[in-house]
C-alpha cells in the first residue's frame, strides 16, 4: 500500500476530528427545546394574575346562567317551596359533579399542550392513533417537537384499543361523524349563547317598566347584538382588558346580592345542600313536570362547554384556581339567594335575578349584567372562530378569509364570513322566540350534545394517553352519563317548544363539514392512486423533447412523496419544464402548532444537474397563513439554504449516507445526532432527498441516498406558451447551462429567479359517477361545487400574485 503524504495524514486526521465533533449527541438540547412546549412552571403572584384574566375569556358564560335558569325551571310559576328547594339543591350538585370534578378537574387535563374542545381531543387520539382519515402524516412529522405521543406494550389494554380503533375504516369514520356532531352543536352554542344572555340581561329594563311591550326589549337586543358583531374585526385584544375586571364585578354582585338576599328572606333555602332533598324533588315532579323543569336546572351549567373550549392562554391551575376560589363560590350563592327571594315572592319568579336585587343598585346591575352578557357572548363568538379554523386545518370546513386581530396573541382571529352568519342567525333566533323560554330550550340542547360528546371522546383519551386502570375510565363514564343522559332525555322531549333550533344548526353545519371532507379525502386518495413512479419520470429523457426553459415552477400537490400526476398531466399538454421545478406540499397535522424552525422540509429530487426539489410546510390546527407572509420568498429561501448546506455537507464526508448534528439549536430523539439551520430560510429544519423513500426527521438529520438518478433534459428553446411567462432566450438559456456545468448553482437558482417565477396549482375538480345515488349527486355535484366556488383559492392563502398563477385542471369521478 503506497504510503500517505504528511499534509493528507493531517487532513485525514482534522477529518476524523471534524466527524468526530459532529457526532456529539445533544440529548440535552433536544430536552431543553421539547420542555420549551411543555407546561411552563408559574410563580405564585403570576398564577394569581393568569387565574384573574381568565375570568374574562373562560367564566363569562357560566356566569351569566343566573339571569335566566329559575324562570326556565319553573316557567308556570312556582306551587311550593319544597318544589324550589328542590331545584336549588339539583343545581348545587349539577355544579358540582359537572364544571367543577367533571371539567375543571378531569376534562381540562385532556388538552392539547393548552388547546381544549372536540377538535384539540381528536388531534390528540390522531397521534397515538392511526385514525385520521386523511393520511398524510410521516413517521418523520412524528419528531416535531409539539408531538407528543404515548408508547404501549404489546399486551396492554391500551395497545388492543389502539389496534381495535385502527383495524378498519368504519371506525375512524364514527370517531370523525361524533367529533363532527360535538363541533357543529359547539358552534351552534355560539349562536345561541349571545341570543339568550343578550335578551334576558336587556328584560331587565322591562323589570322596572312594567307596561313596556316585549317588542321594545328584543329590539334593544337586537341593537346590541347588531354593535357585537360589528365590532368583532377590532378583535377582543382592543378591549379584552375589560374583561376580567367586568366579570370579576359580575361575581362580586350575584354572590353579594345572593349573601344579602338568604339573610334578607328565607335562609331555610340552606337545607337545600342536603342531597336528599334531589331525590325529594325528583319523586314529587315525576308525575308532573319534571322533565321541563330538568330542561331548565340544565342551564345552570351552560357555558362549562365553552370552560373547555376556550382553554388557550392560560394553565390549568389558574383556571382551576379562579373556578375553585371565585366562580363556583359566587354561583352557590347566587343561585340560593335567587331561590329564598322567589320562595318569598313566588309570582316573581319571572326575572327573578333583576327583581330581587335592592333598587338603590338596580341600574348600576343592570348595566353590569349587560356587560358581563356582552363578555360571555364574545368568549363563546371567540372560541366559534377557533372551532372554524381547526375544522378548516383538518379538512372538514371550506377554505375562509381569516383575519389576525392581534400582533400580541397569534390565537386571536376574526372570519368575516362566519362573523355575518352568526349575526343573522342570532338575530333570527332572538326576534323569532321573543323570550328566554324557548330559547333556554334550544340553549341546552346544544351544550348537553356537547357535553355527551366530550364524555364518549374522554373514553379513548383516558386509555390512550393516560393509560388510566379501567376501574377509573368506566367510574368517570358512568358518573358523568347518570348525569348528563337525563338531561339530554329533558332536552330532546322539548324539541317541539324550541329544542328544533341547534338540531337544524348543527345539521347544516354537519352537512357542510362531512361532505367537505368526504370529497377532500377523496381527492387525496386520487392524488395518491395516480401520482408518477420514479421510473416514469426516469423517461423524460430527450425522447419527449422536453424543454427545460428559464425560471422556477412550484408546482403545489397534496402529496408529501412522489410526483402529483398534475406535473404529467402538465408535461403532457406542454412538452417543457421549468429549469427548476419544485414541489410544494402544504400539509396540516394533528398538533396545536409547528414551531417555525421546524415548519419546512427541503428534499432533492434526482441529481443537482435536474434541479427537482421537493419542500412539505407544515402547519398545525391553531398556525395562521399571516398576510404579510412572502410564501414564495420563504419557499425559495429554503431551497438556497438547502443548496448551501447541502454543498458544505459533500466536503465533510465520502460516504453515500451520513448524519450531520445541528450548530444552534436542536430538538429530537435521544442519541441523534441533529443540526441547526439559521439565516434566510427562517431557521427551517432542511434535509435531501435523492429517493422517494429517503426521509429526514424534523430534528435536523440530513440523509443522502445515490439510488435513483434522472437522466436530465436537454435545453431546446423556451416553448411558446411559456416564452411570454419566462424572460430570457436561447443566450440566457446558455449562459445558465454553463453556469450548471461550473457547479454554481446558486447563482443559477438565482437567475432562475430573476426570469421568473410561476406558480402551478392543481384544479381537481370531484364529479359524482353516472351511476352513483341521488344523495351522492347532489352531495358531490352541487353541495361540494357550490363550496369550492365559494371558498377562497389556495392562491390568496399563500398570497400568489395573480399574474405568476397557472392552474392545471383535471377532472375525477368519485
Known amino acids: 500500500m503506497a504510503s500517505l503524504s504528511e499534509s493528507e495524514v493531517t487532513n485525514r486526521g482534522s477529518m476524523w476530528e471534524l466527524d468526530q465533533n459532529l457526532d456529539q449527541p445533544m440529548d440535552e438540547e433536544a430536552g431543553r427545546l421539547k420542555n420549551m412546549y411543555r407546561e411552563k412552571k408559574f410563580s405564585s403572584v403570576l398564577l394569581l394574575r393568569l387565574a384573574f384574566q381568565s375570568l374574562g375569556v373562560v367564566f363569562g358564560d357560566l356566569g351569566t346562567s343566573p339571569l335566566y335558569v329559575f324562570y326556565n325551571i319553573f316557567p308556570r310559576g312556582v306551587d311550593d317551596d319544597e318544589d324550589v328547594i328542590g331545584a336549588l339543591s339539583l343545581i348545587i350538585y349539577t355544579l358540582t359533579l359537572i364544571p367543577l370534578l367533571k371539567y375543571v378537574f378531569v376534562v381540562l387535563r385532556a388538552n392539547d399542550n393548552g388547546q381544549g374542545g372536540t377538535f384539540a381531543l381528536y388531534s390528540l387520539l390522531c397521534r397515538h392513533a392511526k385514525i385520521n382519515t386523511i393520511p398524510n402524516q410521516h413517521r418523520t412529522d412524528e419528531e416535531l417537537t409539539t408531538y407528543s405521543r404515548q408508547t404501549y406494550e404489546e399486551n396492554s389494554v391500551a395497545a388492543k384499543i389502539k389496534r381495535w380503533l385502527e383495524a378498519h375504516a368504519y371506525k375512524r369514520n364514527i370517531l370523525l361523524i361524533l367529533v363532527l356532531i360535538g363541533t357543529c352543536t359547539a358552534i351552534g352554542d355560539g349562536i345561541l349563547t349571545p341570543a339568550i344572555s343578550v335578551l334576558s340581561a336587556s328584560g331587565g329594563i322591562k323589570v322596572q317598566n312594567q307596561n313596556m311591550s316585549t317588542d321594545i326589549v328584543v329590539l334593544v337586543a337586537v341593537v346590541i347584538l347588531i354593535g ?133 343598585i338596580y341600574w348600576p346591575a343592570f348595566v353590569i349584567a349587560t356587560a358581563a352578557a356582552i363578555v360571555a357572548s364574545q368568549a363563546t363568538i371567540s372560541a366559534t372562530y377557533s372551532i372554524i379554523k381547526q375544522a378548516l386545518a383538518l379538512g372538514c370546513f ?135 413512479s420514479m421510473a416514469w419520470i426516469l423517461g423524460l429523457g430527450p425522447s419527449l423533447g ?112 451520513f448524519s450531520v448534528p445541528e450548530q444552534v439549536t436542536g430538538g429530537g430523539a435521544a442519541g441523534r445526532p441533529m443540526m441547526m439551520m439559521s439565516g434566510a430560510a427562517g431557521s427551517a429544519f432542511l434535509a435531501a432527498e435523492k429517493t422517494c423513500s429517503t426521509t429526514m426527521c424534523s430534528n435536523g438529520e440530513l440523509s443522502f441516498s445515490s439510488q435513483d438518478s434522472i437522466v436530465p433534459a436537454q435545453s431546446p428553446p423556451p416553448a411558446p406558451a411559456l416564452r411570454g411567462v419566462m424572460a430570457g432566450g436561447g443566450e440566457l438559456t446558455a449562459r445558465w447551462s454553463a453556469s450548471t456545468e461550473v457547479g454554481d448553482e446558486l447563482e443559477f437558482l438565482n437567475r432562475c429567479k430573476d426570469a421568473g417565477v410561476v406558480h402551478i396549482l392543481g384544479n381537481t375538480i370531484v364529479r359524482a359517477r353516472r351511476d352513483s345515488g341521488v344523495v351522492k349527486k347532489i352531495a358531490v355535484d352541487y353541495m361540494y361545487a357550490f363550496m369550492r366556488r365559494m371558498c377562497r383559492e389556495n392562491s390568496v392563502l399563500f398570497n400568489v400574485p395573480h399574474e405568476s398563477l397557472l392552474n392545471v385542471g383535471q377532472i375525477y369521478y368519485i
Not at 332533598?277 to 308532573?288: A, D, I
Request: proline content about 4%; some cysteine.
Open 398 to 532: 371550506p377554505r375562509v378569509k381569516i383575519v389576525h386581530t392581534s400582533k400580541k396573541f397569534l390565537g386571536q382571529i376574526y372570519i368575516p364570513d362566519i362573523n355575518w352568519v352568526l349575526l343573522v342567525l342570532c338575530i333570527a333566533v332572538t326576534a323569532g322566540f321573543k323570550n328566554q323560554s324557548q330559547i333556554g330550550n334550544a340553549y341546552g340542547t346544544a351544550v348537553v350534545i356537547v357535553m355527551l360528546v366530550t364524555t364518549f371522546l374522554m373514553v379513548p383519551i383516558m386509555l390512550l394517553v393516560w393509560k388510566s386502570h379501567w376501574v377509573l375510565v368506566v367510574s368517570f363514564t358512568v358518573l358523568s352519563l347518570i348525569v348528563e343522559v337525563p338531561y339530554f332525555v329533558a332536552c330532546i322531549l322539548k324539541i317541539d317548544q324550541g329544542g328544533w333550533v341547534p338540531l337544524v344548526i348543527a345539521t347544516a353545519f354537519f352537512l357542510i363539514m362531512y361532505v367537505w371532507h368526504f370529497c377532500t379525502v377523496k381527492r387525496y386518495e386520487f392524488e395518491m392512486h395516480s401520482k408518477v
Open 228 to 360: 357585537l358583531f360589528s365590532m368583532q374585526h377590532y378583535g377582543t385584544d382592543k378591549v379584552g382588558w375589560l374583561f376580567a375586571p367586568i366579570v370579576l364585578l359580575w361575581f362580586i354582585l350575584i354572590g353579594s346580592v345572593g349573601a344579602v338576599n338568604i339573610h334578607k328572606y328565607n335562609n331555610s333555602v340552606l337545607k337545600a345542600y342536603n342531597p336528599v332533598y334531589v331525590y325529594r324533588f325528583f319523586r314529587r315532579r315525576w308525575n308532573s313536570d319534571i322533565w321541563t323543569s330538568l330542561g331548565g336546572v340544565m342551564l345552570s351549567i351552560t357555558g362549562t362547554e365553552a370552560l373547555f373550549a376556550d382553554l388557550c392562554h392560560f394553565p390549568v391551575l389558574a383556571i382551576q384556581i379562579a373556578f375553585t376560589l371565585i366562580v363556583f363560590p359566587c354561583l352557590l350563592l347566587a343561585y340560593t339567594g335567587q331561590a329564598a327571594y322567589i320562595i318569598s315572592h313566588k309570582q316573581h319568579v319571572a326575572y327573578a335575578f333583576y327583581r330581587s336585587i335592592p333598587d338603590a
Open 546 to 657: 422536453l424543454v427545460r426553459v428559464p425560471g422556477i415552477g412550484f408546482v403545489y400537490t397534496e402529496l408529501a412523496s412522489g410526483v402529483p400526476h398534475i406535473f404529467s398531466h402538465f408535461i403532457t399538454n406542454l412538452p417543457a419544464i421549468h429549469s427548476v421545478v419544485v414541489f410544494v406540499c402544504v400539509k396540516y397535522l394533528p398538533v396545536y402548532t409547528v414551531p417555525t424552525e421546524e415548519r419546512f422540509l427541503v428534499r432533492r429530487i434526482g441529481p443537482k444537474s435536474f434541479h427537482m426539489f421537493r419542500c412539505v410546510a407544515r402547519y398545525g390546527y391553531k398556525d395562521l397563513h399571516k398576510r404579510d407572509e412572502d410564501f414564495e420568498k420563504m419557499l425559495f429561501d429554503c431551497v438556497l439554504f438547502f443548496v448551501r448546506l447541502e454543498s458544505m455537507m459533500e466536503g465533510y464526508s465520502d460516504s453515500d449516507e
